[in-house]
């Protein structure tokens, strides 16, 4: 069966620092993965997403970046944090270009202060 | 363009009541449609979801909702409220392929004893 694995699970960080989360999907190959935030009271924001190898969409302008360095990893990354990147950043994948749902990861948890 | 619209940020029921959450959806094509739950801390689960098949559709939990394309909802519905009903719940909605989910903001459900 497919697993998805997402961490750290919590990250306290200052202001100005790097980031790097991690997230790597098991039992399924050339999966579509994905990273969303989610701010208090906002929702998800799909940050970037990812339908191959050293292929990223990034969907809003920001301070983040991603990459996939592996057919089944995907790294979000940032040079210098800022206070309103703090948020639940959750990881996800689904089998390639079939529609369908996703599958979520457990959420890494960034405060910035 | 598609979208989602939950109405109500915050559901407050009781005990053994019945629970309605809400969604619209905006698409220019048949869309999928998807319900999530989010416990605290925790990634998303998959509730249910519709894929142009019965427009009744039942999930895990005992929730089920109902596809009405003339009004464009796909709202959730459970009879009975648990305490462990209380919990975030997001609609998302799906066109084909590699486009990725776009969900709604999320109703945040509360049930009082």
């Known amino acids: 069966s497919q697993t998805i694995h997402q961490w750290p699970a919590t990250l306290v960080q200052p202001v100005g620092s790097p980031l790097s989360l991690e997230c790597t999907v098991e039992?399924?190959?050339?999966?579509?993965l994905y990273w969303y935030r989610q701010a208090a009271g906002r929702g998800l924001q799909l940050l970037f997403y990812?339908?191959?190898?050293?292929?990223i969409s990034s969907e809003v302008p920001q301070n983040l970046s991603a990459s996939r360095p592996q057919d089944r990893q995907f790294i979000l990354s940032s040079k210098k944090l800022l206070l309103s990147d703090s948020g639940f950043y959750l990881c996800?994948?689904?089998?390639?270009?079939?529609?369908?749902?996703?599958?979520f990861g457990e959420g890494s948890r960034l405060t910035v202060l | 363009a598609q979208s989602v619209t939950q109405l109500g940020s915050h559901v407050s029921v009781s005990e053994g009541a019945l629970v309605l959450l809400r969604c619209n959806y905006s698409?220019?094509?048949?869309?999928?449609l998807f319900w999530y739950v989010q416990y605290p801390n925790q990634g998303l689960q998959l509730l249910l979801k519709?894929?142009?098949?019965?427009?009744l559709v039942k999930g895990i939990n005992g929730f089920e909702a109902e596809f009405k394309k003339s009004e464009t909802s796909f709202h959730l519905t459970k009879p009975s409220a648990h305490m462990s009903d209380a919990a975030e719940y997001f609609c998302?909605?799906?066109?084909?392929?590699?486009?990725?989910?776009?969900f709604g903001k999320g109703t945040r459900l509360s049930v009082i004893a």
């Open positions: 996800a994948w689904k089998p390639g270009a079939v529609t369908g749902e996703l599958f």
């Open positions: 039992g399924t190959s050339n999966p579509n």
């Open positions: 990812s339908v191959g190898i050293g292929q």
């Open positions: 698409s220019s094509v048949p869309p999928y």
């Open positions: 519709y894929t142009s098949a019965a427009t």
């Open positions: 998302a909605v799906s066109l084909t392929g590699n486009t990725p989910l776009v």
